[in-house]
């Protein structure tokens, strides 16, 4: 493409008013954004920071900057610092320069700096809010009874963040403006939607599909005795309608305790966040949105006079919101495409953009009903198509629109007649028109996707276009698409089989590997000489059944397998340990550096025992927590993906397995047993009560009747498929098993059983690539711990050492000491550390948090520790740490510890003389260290090149 066609140049043209624009797959939606805003940016009363331009990935902004640059007057570094950029980045950079005080707007004693952490990664997010969740347990018994009904507690994360996605925030004695009415939910909305589904079908002839749902109606449940009966709820016999006061009997029920408990929970988790001196990504949106909302005189300030949004379907409510409030005129334009709107677990709202019209007058009312927030008209609103597809066959693109009109099971209906209203079809702009459109099905679905693979490698009947021109296909044109992950894993081990070469890129279960699992069974053994630790050790060390049971019997563990087990009881650290175990194994390379970085943020973030770790891994495998990969592909690799992470890209062969039953979709639901939705609110599942004087976890029937009306998410299955079917340029291919799914048999396809004959590749220039693991840049400061600029090999020079359970116990001590709890010294470590501690005169403080802020290279750069012991007097600080160390052999590198703590302090007591010391806990030498100076440390961590390996303590 290099000139606009008809409808990208109407786009273009077009900067001023409010703009929806419905951009369809292929149709060159950044190549007219970007013009578009070059356009505005090269008029003469216009810079770039009077243009915010929002996408919702960090690599998206940076290939606009280019593509803008090469058609504007500005280069790269004039527009390096325009707001070009995501939402989260967005909310950051306002939150860093004003935020301050932010917290304080909801009555939070605390404070947003420039050291605040953003933490990226879910599953050391989980690990720290497991901490918090279990101090707020033991400090509010009266929410006990919501507990007892929780199986797992972190469910309770994500009902804030979904809560936050929508402006719904917790103040100190309540709820942030009308944020409750949200929990309440909408009684009117949810009659309309209750009275439509019970409607009789077939001219009155046939039940309505809610009283044939409510069939079902206590079905592997345990409802209170006063739970109506099915017959009472239904109807009596014969009618084809359930009794409509039934609407407002399961809508109505007293929820205040509920909504106090979730308050509760969501309004200390914000303070605990905060005071760990960390905010994840719904939370920077929340506190944005409030100090734009409060400071009138900053959203002025900072307000643009042009506001872009592209792929504005997976926008949120609090982000179409923050947009609002962002913008100072009604040059507003929003670009995106529902049919590709697949992230509500996310919290997309598909609505921002399929309701355009009415959300944006209904947000405009709310943001404006106390002061006018936004003070330009919501109409006119002009809505611009692009249509011409420059990607796909005219084929692919007929055959695509029918996945939004296909039933995704027996029982879905769909109203194909609105669906084709919203539908605006593409036309294709591509040479060559030859596409093939099949679908397989074989019992052994992997060798029949490897064996199709094979026909099509250099088969005529698959030519794809490139350049203008025909060439037969190459591995490197073949994408294989799943909806869930597993089909890929399983996929790839069949493919190495027969040295096929397949190059995986997508999410994995992070601790389901062979390296976690190795990891938690040594972590077993070294913790209680686990039976458990020991059986994985010796199975994978090739024992069998039979000799596993007789060496666990006897306890006759091989010899160096006990030496082993006393090398890692000598290290001191938990990456120590790993490290050990990973290079004992052969485990190298970015896969276990990724585990090694989630295992030391999770461990040092929440000051965990090793026991807590490994309950920390053993949840991990339970949940099966993610982390995304990307392969080293070949120079000639067939890709395997997910359907969302294939969103955005293209192949010129897709192949879409796994189409089989209770896989596409995926079979469940939710299993929360608080959850939250429109329009029925904040609702619980199950419920603590006592029956008949016996407790026992209830089934709500109310919330049982009200999650039978809500439609099933079907559309969002619908939009995935269309998603996977236009990421094919020339031909598409569908594979399923032994069950085909539902969507399969109802596509106009034929589907064909297909006989695999799978052939050993023996080809040098292709690849088979094994998972890496590709760690994240955080968005905001990166974080790292004092520890990141030690060099570990000096730790593992040290001959003798106690083992790092033996350093915790004796700073337990020393902790519990201070702040003058009944112990006593166990050991000579101990008294000599309450010898020491005795003999201080000044304040003492435990446990202190230290955050030092650094710029390296033009980045920020913030290093998060913890300090065992500071003694202050009216002149003086001293830092202290306690080392349990035989030697001070590695003495030099606990200096750049200390050196982190020193400019801390120094900070904080800019009146005082600051010194820093160790103390050794093995013969009570104390021993002052002179710290390094900030430039040092910048030097070292730029030598460290830890940037790409972040922890977060």
């Known amino acids: 493409m290099t000139s606009p066609n008809d409808q990208q140049q109407d786009l273009i043209d077009s900067t001023e008013g409010i703009h929806v624009v419905d951009a369809g797959a292929g149709t060159g939606k950044t190549f007219t954004v970007t013009r578009r805003y070059a356009g505005i940016i090269d008029q003469d009363d216009v810079e770039p920071e009077d243009v915010l331009l929002v996408t919702f990935t960090n690599n998206a902004a940076t290939e606009m900057k280019d593509r803008i640059v090469s058609h504007c007057e500005y280069g790269m570094r004039e527009l390096s610092d325009a707001p070009i950029q995501t939402f989260h980045s967005l909310c950051h950079d306002i939150l860093m320069e004003h935020g301050f005080e932010a917290p304080t707007l909801l009555g939070i004693d605390d404070r947003i700096t420039q050291s605040t952490r953003i933490i990226e990664d879910e599953t050391v997010e989980q690990g720290l809010f497991r901490e918090f969740i279990r101090r707020f347990i033991d400090d509010h018994p009266e929410h006990d009874d919501f507990f007892r009904g929780i199986t797992n507690p972190t469910e309770l994360l994500g009902l804030i963040n979904q809560l936050a996605s929508k402006g719904v925030f917790p103040t100190a004695d309540g709820w942030y403006r009308n944020g409750e009415r949200h929990l309440d939910g909408d009684f009117e909305a949810f009659k309309a939607t209750f009275d439509e589904l019970n409607e009789p079908r077939n001219d009155g002839n046939k039940q309505s599909r809610l009283r044939y749902k409510l069939g079902r109606y206590g079905h592997e449940k345990c409802f209170l005795p006063d739970a109506p009966t099915k017959a009472e709820l239904r109807g009596s016999r014969g009618t084809k309608q359930v009794p409509a006061d039934v609407s407002r009997e399961a809508f109505e029920e007293n929820r205040e305790d509920l909504k106090q408990f979730v308050h509760d929970v969501y309004y200390e988790y914000l303070s605990f966040a905060l005071g760990r001196n960390y905010l994840n990504f719904g939370f920077l949106q929340l506190f944005a949105f409030v100090l734009l909302c409060e400071d009138h005189q900053l959203r002025e300030t900072i307000e643009f006079e042009y506001v872009m949004i592209d792929e504005f379907q997976d926008s949120s409510e609090i982000q179409f919101k923050l947009a609002l409030l962002l913008a100072g005129t009604h040059n507003f334009c929003v670009v995106g495409d529902w049919k590709q709107s697949i992230y509500s677990f996310q919290y997309a709202a598909v609505e921002n953009i399929t309701q355009f019209e009415s959300r944006l007058d209904r947000f405009v009312d709310e943001l404006n009903a106390d002061f006018e927030r936004i003070s330009f008209l919501t109409s006119p609103i002009r809505e611009i198509e692009l249509i011409e597809n420059y990607r796909s066959t005219q084929s692919i693109l007929d055959f695509s629109e029918q996945s939004l009109v296909t039933p995704a099971s027996s029982t879905d209906r769909i109203d194909a007649e609105a669906v084709h209203d919203r539908i605006v079809s593409l036309s294709s702009n591509v040479t060559h028109e030859n596409s093939q459109i099949e679908a397989i099905q074989h019992e052994d679905e992997e060798e029949a996707v490897l064996t199709k693979i094979q026909e099509i490698v250099g088969n005529e009947a698959y030519q794809i276009e490139d350049d203008g021109e025909l060439r037969q296909p190459e591995y490197k044109d073949i994408a294989v698409l799943t909806r869930t992950r597993d089909f890929g894993r399983e996929l790839l081990s069949v493919a190495e089989e027969y040295d096929l070469p397949l190059a995986y890129e997508g999410g994995i279960e992070l601790f389901r590997s062979d390296q976690a699992k190795l990891l938690l069974a040594w972590l077993r053994i070294l913790e209680s000489d686990s039976e458990r630790g020991w059986a994985a050790v010796l199975e994978e060390a090739g024992y069998s059944l039979e000799e596993v049971r007789h060496t666990l019997d006897h306890e006759a563990y091989p010899s160096n397998m006990k030496a082993f087990r006393a090398e890692l009881e000598a290290m001191e650290t938990i990456g120590g340990i790993a490290e050990r175990v990973f290079s004992q194994y052969g485990y190298d390379g970015s896969y276990a550096d990724v585990l090694l970085t ?200 040290v001959e003798e050492g106690r083992g790092s359970e033996f350093g915790t116990r004796t700073h337990e001590f020393a902790e519990q000491y201070v702040l003058g709890d009944a112990v006593e010294p166990a050991n000579d470590d101990e008294r000599h550390i309450k010898r020491f501690i005795d003999s201080l005169d000044g304040e003492l403080r435990v446990e202190e948090d230290a955050y030092l802020p650094l710029t390296v290279d033009g980045g920020r750069v913030t290093i998060y520790g913890i300090i065992d012991l500071v003694h202050i007097r009216p002149a003086t600080v001293e830092i202290i740490d306690f080392k349990t160390d035989l030697s001070r052999i590695v003495e030099t590198e606990y200096r750049k510890q200390l050196s982190v703590y020193y400019h801390v302090l120094s900070e904080w007591f800019p009146e005082r003389d600051v010194t820093a010391s160790i103390f050794y806990t093995v013969d009570g030498r104390h021993v002052d260290i002179e710290p390094l100076s900030k430039s040092d440390l910048i030097e070292l961590v730029r030598q460290k090149s830890i940037g790409s390996v972040y922890s977060f303590v």
């Open 598 to 797: 989630t295992i030391q943020s999770v461990h040092n973030s929440t000051i965990q025992t090793r026991g807590d770790l490994i309950r920390f891994i053993e949840t991990g495998i339970d949940d099966g927590s993610r982390h995304d990969v990307h392969a080293s592909a070949g120079v000639n690799s067939v890709t395997v993906q997910t359907i969302h992470a294939a969103k955005g890209l293209e192949h010129p062969i897709i192949i879409l397995a796994n189409m089989n039953s209770r896989r596409f979709p995926p079979s469940g639901g939710s299993t929360n047993a608080i959850t939250f939705d429109d329009p029925i609110g904040l609702r619980q599942r199950k419920q603590y009560a006592e029956d008949y004087g016996y407790p026992h976890i209830h089934d709500n029937w109310r919330t049982d009747v009200l999650r039978k009306c809500l439609p099933r998410g079907y559309d969002e299955e619908r939009r995935l498929l269309y998603v996977a079917m236009t990421r094919a340029k020339s031909h598409l291919v569908f594979s399923a098993g032994e069950n085909p799914n539902t969507f399969l048999e109802e596509l106009p396809v034929d589907l064909e059983e297909y006989h695999p004959d799978v052939q050993e590749v023996h080809d040098g220039e292709t690849t088979q690539s094994h998972f890496e693991i590709s760690i994240p840049t955080p968005a905001g400061p990166v974080g790292h711990s004092p520890h990141s600029l030690m060099n570990d090999d000096v730790f593992e020079e």
